[in-house]
Each structure stands twice: as structure tokens, then as C-alpha cells.
């Protein structure tokens, strides 16, 4: 039960700083698909695929390295020019797309209840800030616990709108790829973009995520889940946007005005899971960029977060769905040098993470037996073995014991 409920908290964990702002309000799932008709449904169901693979490997190189910022990670699997490269995309990405979750939680408010732009993003500031005092487990353990939610809604809006919706296929693509706008060329580039974009968004954090993990193959199954979560969302995101395009397709929160159509009462709800969801991503990128330029002075964690929180609130201003439309696919671009870097990267060590996982089950195992005074003399000449023969060293497997079994 314990290994499971670890794997789950991973899970959730990546599919909630995946799915932010943009998508849980359906703007993101427009632009990127439902702006290329029938075509932009194949594109969502292939950037699921290549999401769960991507997830897998992410959080199974954090684990791996027990990396506490994506830094270190890109050193070791990366020729130095293109980590410096993905770093700094990487650290423009944070900083992007934290600030469009400001303006995102202002387009939240002044859609449903008509409270002025600054309202929404101001509290989120004042969210954020608070938030970002706490540490990575807390972090983690907060992304991960709202996400369900959205998930709920998502599925409450698919159902109502594909059960009632009158669905002319062909209708329904004309009028997608004449009402919502995209500066992507074809659905297959959209596609590809779209993953690429979440990764660069969703990379840093999910490595601290993964850098949580003792054991690789509990991330790499948590990868899985949350990609395959991840993937049942955006497909049927896609579905119940696209059959809805003429009554959302011009609508910074799609998903929210369908709710809104279902119930009131329900849409009330939904603004406030939605907003949570823009805290979501944006505590995630803020908090890995502020431990990403603090990692040779972690001292001045707090100090720089609050900085670089407070710089992005100001740019937050130009509007919700023009920086979607305008940032994301940029910062997407960016990402298909990350999905090639991070893919090779596994593939060449594969063999030597499968191994360390093993291994480090065992010196779990053995420490255990330590720790009620059972360890044989041969299982002590094991343990010294395998830490000798681990990536790690003998304090961290030591440490990490220790948070393993206190959990």
C-alpha cells in the first residue's frame, strides 16, 4: 500500500503541474487542436502517447540522480552546449509561463463573477508568495491534492456536452477552423508542439518531483499513470471542446462556460477549481525557477522567489489568450531539442537505471533489517557492495531511507 500510494502521489503530482491554467480551462486545447477541426483530434490523442513515454523517462532520471533542480540533470545526460542551452530555455519557460498563470487568474474572475483583471492575479500573487515558504514535499503534496478536482469537472463537461450536443462532424470542422485562431501551420506540428511546450513547462518541477524518489521504477510507474491520466484528459478535452466550438470557440475559458451552461451552482465551482489549477502551475514554475537560480546559494531561495514572483505579476498584463497563443508555441519549438537530449539520455542509460533501482531496493531492504538489529554479517558485506557500487552516496541512500520509512 505504501509503494502505491507513492506512485499515486507522483502521479498526480506531474499531471497537476501539466495541467495548469491553459488547459483546464480549455484555451490551451483551442488553440493547439480544436483550431485544426477533425484533424487537431488525432494531434491530441498523439501528444498523449508522447507525453506518458516523456513522463516515464523525466521522473525516472530524477529519481535517478535525486536531483533537487534540473540543472544537475542536464549536466550529466547533456553535451554542455546544449545543457546550457535547455537550461536557459528551460529558466525563460518557468519565468513565461508563470506570469501568463497571473493573467490567466484574471481572465478567471472577470469571466465569472466581472471583478476588474487585477483582482484575480493580485491574489494569486499573494497565493503564490505564501505558498512558495513551504518545502518540496509540501509543494508536491499540494499540486497533487487539487488536481482530482479538475479531472471531476473535465469529466462533468465531457459527458454533458457530448450527450447533448447535436454533432455535425462536418459542421463542427468548419466552424473550428473558422472561429478559433492559431499561429501553429497543421495539427501534426501542433502536436509535436504541444508536448514540447509541456515539457519545458512541466520539466523542472517534475525532476524535483522525481528527485523525491528513492527507487527509479516507482517514478517511472508514476510517469506512466500520470501520462496515461494526462492523455484521457486531453483527449477528451479536445472532444467536448470541438463538439462545443460554437458556443466557446471565441472564449478565454471554454470549459468553464460549458460548466456554466450544465449549472450554475456548478460553474461557481469550477471557476474556483480552475483557479486553483493556475496556482497550481504557477507555484510550480515559480518555485522551480527560484530553486533553479538559487542553486549555488540556497540561502537566498525566499528572497529571489519573491523577486522574480513579483516581476512576472507585473508582465501579466497583456492578456491571457494572446500570450497562449503567442509564448506557448515558441517556448514548444524549444522543447523538441529537450524530448531528444532527455530520450537519448535514457536509452543510453537505461541498463544502468534498471540496475540502480534494484539496487536500491535491496540497500532499503538491508537498512531495514539494520534498523531492527538482524543484519547478518554476509547482508552487511552486501550493503557495503551495493553502496559502493550505487550512483549515489552512502548518506544520501541513508537519508532517503530515513524519509522512506518516516512517510
Same mark, same amino acid.
Not at 450527450?163 to 459542421?171: C, N, R
Given at each position: ?30 488553440? @493547439? ?30 529519481? *535517478? ?14 553535451? =554542455?552546449?546544449? +545543457? ?25 474572475? /472577470? ?48 459527458? @454533458? ?22 499561429? #501553429? =501551420? ?69 470549459? #468553464? ?23 497550481? $502551475? ?9 530553486? &533553479?537560480?538559487?542553486?549555488?546559494? =540556497?540561502? &537566498?531561495?525566499?528572497?529571489? @522567489?519573491?523577486?522574480? $514572483?513579483? %516581476? ?5 498584463? %497583456? ?6 497563443? *503567442?509564448? *506557448?508555441?515558441?517556448?514548444? @519549438?524549444?522543447?523538441?531539442?529537450? %524530448?531528444?537530449?532527455? $530520450? ?16 536500491? !531496493? ?15 554479517? !554476509? !547482508? ?8 559502493? /557500487? +550505487?550512483? #549515489?552516496?552512502?548518506? /544520501?541512500?541513508? &537519508?532517503?531511507?530515513? /524519509?522512506?520509512?518516516?512517510?
Amino acid at each position: 500500500m505504501h509503494r502505491f500510494m507513492q506512485i499515486m502521489k507522483i502521479a498526480m503530482a506531474f499531471v497537476g503541474v501539466i495541467v495548469g491554467a491553459g488547459f483546464a480551462s480549455g484555451q490551451e486545447v483551442l488553440q @493547439y487542436f480544436v483550431s485544426f477541426g477533425v484533424g487537431g483530434l488525432w494531434g491530441a490523442a498523439l501528444s498523449g502517447v508522447v507525453m506518458t513515454l516523456m513522463a516515464i523517462i523525466i521522473l525516472q532520471l530524477g529519481s *535517478y540522480f535525486r536531483a533537487g533542480e534540473h540543472g544537475e540533470v542536464f549536466k550529466r545526460v547533456a553535451h =554542455p552546449v546544449f +545543457s546550457r542551452i535547455l537550461d536557459i530555455g528551460v529558466v525563460v519557460t518557468l519565468f513565461s509561463t508563470g506570469f501568463v498563470m497571473f493573467a490567466g487568474a484574471g481572465s478567471n474572475m /472577470e469571466q465569472q463573477w466581472g471583478l476588474p483583471l487585477w483582482v484575480g492575479a493580485i491574489l494569486m500573487l499573494a497565493l503564490v508568495l505564501a505558498a512558495g515558504m513551504l518545502d518540496v514535499d509540501k509543494v508536491t503534496a499540494i499540486i497533487g491534492a487539487i488536481t482530482p478536482f479538475i479531472l471531476i469537472f473535465i469529466v462533468l463537461a465531457s459527458v @454533458y456536452t457530448l450527450l447533448t450536443a447535436d454533432v455535425d462532424v462536418a459542421h463542427l470542422d468548419a466552424v473550428a477552423r473558422e472561429t478559433v485562431s492559431t499561429t #501553429l =501551420p497543421h495539427w501534426t506540428v501542433a502536436a509535436v508542439n504541444y508536448v514540447g511546450f509541456n515539457l519545458m513547462v512541466a520539466v523542472s518541477m517534475a525532476i524535483v518531483i522525481g528527485g523525491t524518489m528513492f527507487h527509479p521504477r516507482w517514478a517511472g510507474r508514476g510517469g506512466m499513470i500520470g501520462g496515461l491520466i494526462y492523455s484521457a484528459m486531453i483527449v477528451l478535452s479536445a472532444l467536448t471542446l470541438f463538439a462545443a466550438v460554437e458556443t466557446v470557440g471565441t472564449h478565454d475559458l471554454p470549459m #468553464l462556460t460549458i460548466i456554466n451552461e450544465l449549472n450554475p451552482v456548478l460553474g461557481q465551482l469550477m471557476a474556483v477549481v480552475v483557479y486553483a489549477m493556475i496556482f497550481n $502551475t504557477a507555484l510550480g514554475m515559480f518555485y522551480a525557477l527560484g530553486k &533553479r537560480l538559487t542553486a549555488a546559494r =540556497p540561502d &537566498r531561495f525566499k528572497l529571489v @522567489y519573491v523577486v522574480v $514572483t513579483v %516581476i512576472g505579476f507585473g508582465l501579466s498584463f %497583456i492578456g491571457f489568450s494572446t500570450l497562449v497563443s *503567442y509564448v *506557448y508555441p515558441v517556448l514548444g @519549438y524549444i522543447g523538441l531539442l529537450l %524530448i531528444a537530449v532527455m $530520450t537519448w539520455a535514457w536509452l543510453r542509460g537505461r541498463n544502468q537505471i534498471g540496475e540502480e533501482s534494484m539496487r536500491r !531496493e535491496l540497500l532499503n531492504t538491508l537498512l531495514g533489517r539494520r534498523d531492527r538489529g538482524r543484519l547478518a554479517p !554476509e !547482508e552487511e558485506r552486501d550493503y557495503r557492495q551495493a553502496v559502493a /557500487e +550505487s550512483n #549515489l552516496p552512502e548518506e /544520501e541512500i541513508e &537519508r532517503a531511507h530515513r /524519509e522512506d520509512s518516516h512517510s
